[in-house]
């Protein structure tokens, strides 16, 4: 059964990154399709597709799946011998905690550092504010405990590349665009993110789109 995903641009679709780099990096056959999201004209398309009127959404022969965690969920039941979560219980149960937890907070961070990946990196013109901050401490705090417990034998969170990847994907990507200084096992973490194939390729689609939105190029 064929699968196609809808998504936002590519620029600054940070919720449609994670579903594709899951489908993208481990080689698995899909169609894309890209809305532009900030044209008015764009939300009946999208509402045509699932009734949330948000994207990512992945159509998988007759099912419809919304939202980039459920997405995650359904690639991994789909294709268990990718081993989307961590197969030990323990790096398992924090793989899932973590990437609820990045789904479902990080607002100010998500607000103030949009992502944009057109973006020259440099610090945010606003400057960085104290709920930031510790939105920031937070996820380093998180990089650091996933790669020194269970991420000895690779770059990644567990080590492998895992659906916990694909949540904070976008956030690697917002921590540099905005310059923010991090430790080394940060920095390392970042910068294995931005140096996968399937990364290096979204990137490239998102530079060349035509599209330009003022208000996050302008922060
Ligand atoms: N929690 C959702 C959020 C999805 C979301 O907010 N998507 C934005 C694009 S980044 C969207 O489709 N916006 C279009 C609109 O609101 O009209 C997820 O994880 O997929």
């Not at 059964?1 to 056959?29: F, T, V």
């Not at 011998?81 to 149960?93: E, G, M, N, T, V």
């Not at 310059?179 to 970042?190: F, K, N, S, T």
Request: charged share 25%; proline share 7%.
């Amino acid at each position: 059964m064929s699968l196609k995903l809808i998504l936002g641009n590519k620029n600054y679709s940070s919720w449609s990154l994670r579903p594709w780099l899951a489908l993208a990096e481990h080689d698995i056959p899909f169609e894309e399709e890209v809305i532009h999201i900030y044209d008015p004209a764009s939300k009946p398309k999208i509402l045509r597709y699932s009734p949330a009127g948000k994207m990512p959404i992945l159509l998988d022969g007759e099912n419809t799946i919304w939202d980039s965690l459920a997405i995650l969920e359904t690639l991994a039941d789909k294709f268990p011998q990718l081993d989307l979560w961590p197969k030990d219980p323990a790096a398992r149960a924090l793989a899932r905690s973590i990437s609820a937890e990045m789904h479902s907070g990080f607002v100010p961070l998500r607000k103030a550092l949009p992502m944009n990946l057109k973006r020259t990196p440099a610090p945010p013109k606003a400057g960085i504010a104290e709920d930031v901050q510790a939105d920031i401490r937070r996820i380093c705090e998180i990089f650091r405990d996933a790669r020194t417990r269970f991420g000895a034998r690779g770059d990644f969170l567990f080590g492998a590349f895992s659906a916990a990847d694909c949540m904070f994907a976008p956030v690697a990507t917002r921590l540099r665009t905005y310059a923010v200084r991090l430790d080394a096992a940060c920095e390392g973490y970042i910068e294995a993110i931005h140096h996968l194939a399937s990364f290096e390729r979204w990137k490239e689609a998102a530079l060349k789109e035509p599209w330009a939105e003022a208000q996050y190029d302008a922060m």
